[in-house]
């Protein structure tokens, strides 16, 4: 649905590339999550596809369209196809809800019947029927946000942009947008591009991510493979973040390890076990129990000693769970 050859962008003022030599592309259907640090790019990776920034070098191909070859109109029947939230919500402040939402349709040339019918449509798919005749000033950040969607959609776009969609608003509310979000994806079949700088965003809604770092992917795949076991440091350091998993382990001896237990290792009572068998002792550094998406997974951070270690390892790998010595990460 949208490839990125080898794409780069310097702007103007700019001097160093906001973007280099990036790759990556987005198959239809899927939630696709971006992640980077403040500055990283990922602004201006989401604005190239619906052509709100050209690109310096590269090709972003969206839909079958390469977005900078295509002209005035070309462009406004794409951004049809895209539809775009954003953190502050840009909604029009002297409008209501529904002149908000009805505005692309308008801008489109719909009919006023096809406009009405079909804004009622979309306040009921985000919950907002009651608040019609509000103003945004008179609603709470996630209702404006909900706005924003419904306007998003208003054109019937297959590709929903989310520029730091949640960023802006509490937990709960942010839960509930993700929530609502989420059924888009699974209810209408959008194809999704978002971008974060919270981990916990990827990790809830997204199907793959791409983790940015000046400019540069430093990291791209599945949710569970770059959640469970980075391998940039940058990722490595959202994933932290988002744990709260400590970075340090002062005082403790032993071989450190983090395990990964999903699926049916989840249920098995394999640490008592592998003690009991191999005579090791354990400390617990750190653990959580979490979902990607779906799926319901633990990790335990341990420093193991005594008896033997190596046996243990392999052990709890026999049992369906991974391993990874963090004897060396864990003091980076
Ligand atoms: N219009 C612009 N003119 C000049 N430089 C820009 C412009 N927009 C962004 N940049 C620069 O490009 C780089 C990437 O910015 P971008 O906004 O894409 O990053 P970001 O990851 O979205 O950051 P943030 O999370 O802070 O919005 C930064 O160095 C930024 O200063």
């Not at 942010?174 to 700088?197: A, C, F, K, M, Y």
């Not at 809830?204 to 791209?220: H, K, S, T």
């Not at 989840?266 to 129990?289: C, F, H």
Request: hydrophobic residues 40%; glycine residues 12%.
């Amino acid at each position: 649905m949208i490839t990125f050859q080898d794409v780069s962008k310097t702007y103007a003022q700019g001097g160093h590339a906001a973007l280099s030599a990036v790759s990556l592309s987005v198959a239809a259907g899927e939630v696709f999550g971006v992640i980077g640090a403040s500055g990283a790019g990922k602004s201006t990776l989401i604005r190239l596809i619906n052509g709100l920034e050209t690109p310096t070098g590269g090709r972003v191909i969206v839909d079958g369209d390469d977005v900078d070859a295509l002209g005035v109109e070309g462009l406004r029947a794409l951004r049809r196809r895209v539809g775009m939230i954003f953190q502050h919500f840009n909604l029009l402040s002297g409008k209501t809800v529904a002149q908000n939402v009805a505005f692309p349709l308008k801008l489109a040339g719909r009919p006023a019947a096809e406009v009405k019918a079909r804004t009622s449509e979309l306040l009921e798919r985000v919950g907002l029927t009651a608040h019609a005749d509000k103003y945004p000033a008179q609603l709470s950040g996630g209702q404006k946000q909900r706005v924003g969607i419904a306007r998003a959609l208003a054109t019937g776009p297959k590709v929903l942009l989310c520029d730091e969609a949640t960023s802006a608003l509490d937990p709960e509310t942010t839960e509930q947008i993700l929530d609502l979000i989420s059924g888009l994806n699974r209810e209408l079949g959008l194809t999704i591009v978002l971008i974060t700088h919270e981990m916990d965003v990827v990790r809830r809604v997204c199907d793959r991510v791409a983790v940015l770092e000046a400019g540069r992917v430093v990291e791209e795949g599945a949710v569970e493979d770059v959640f469970l076991h980075p391998t940039s440091d940058t990722a490595r350091r959202f994933v932290r973040e988002a744990d709260g998993e400590a970075a340090t382990a002062p005082g403790v001896g032993g071989r450190l390890v983090r395990l990964t237990f999903k699926g049916e290792a989840t249920y098995k009572p394999v640490l008592g076990e592998v003690a009991r068998v191999t005579g090791v002792d354990y400390s617990i550094l750190g653990g959580r129990i979490h979902r990607l998406r779906e799926t319901p997974y633990g990790q335990l951070t341990l420093a193991l000693t005594g008896g033997d270690v190596d046996a243990a390892i392999k052990s709890f790998e026999a049992s369906g769970v991974r391993v990874d010595d963090l004897t060396g990460e864990i003091a980076r």
